[in-house]
């Protein structure tokens, strides 16, 4: 088992930068492919971005277009999100979510493990 806790969210104007971080707690966090989603108010949780066990490997929603990218340090259990180019729509809450998984480069979309998420808002 995997425990999760995001941090990094906050208010940001459109056009700007933020970077969310995701600390691991419990199982040997390289076992794990991990993953960023998000779920605005009224809206089903989507998928951000995803990343295999060995990071060579991301899955991301369409929206992403090159504005975001995922980085993981196994030496320090951490998951990254880095987003650039925001806009309003982006404004939402993220979670981090991982799942153990016997390959090192498969990304999938179901995770079992969830952080409490942070809230990101995009707005002037």
């Known amino acids: 088992q995997v425990a999760l806790v995001e941090s990094g969210g906050g208010l940001v104007q459109p056009g700007g930068s933020l970077r969310l971080s995701c600390t691991a707690s419990g199982r040997r966090f390289s076992d794990y492919r991990m993953a960023w989603f998000r779920q605005a108010p009224g809206k089903d949780r989507e998928l951000v971005i995803a990343?295999?066990?060995?990071?060579?490997?991301?899955n991301y929603g369409e929206f992403v277009r090159g504005r975001f990218t995922i980085s993981r340090d196994d030496a320090k259990n951490m998951v990254y999100l880095q987003m650039n180019s925001l806009k309003p729509e982006d404004t939402a809450v993220y979670f981090c979510?991982?799942?153990?998984?016997?390959?090192?480069?498969?990304?999938?979309?179901?995770?079992?493990?969830w952080g409490q998420g942070t809230q990101v808002t995009v707005s002037s």
């Open positions: 979510a991982a799942r153990f998984d016997s390959l090192y480069d498969y990304v999938g979309s179901d995770y079992d493990y």
């Open positions: 990343i295999s066990r060995n990071g060579d490997y991301t």
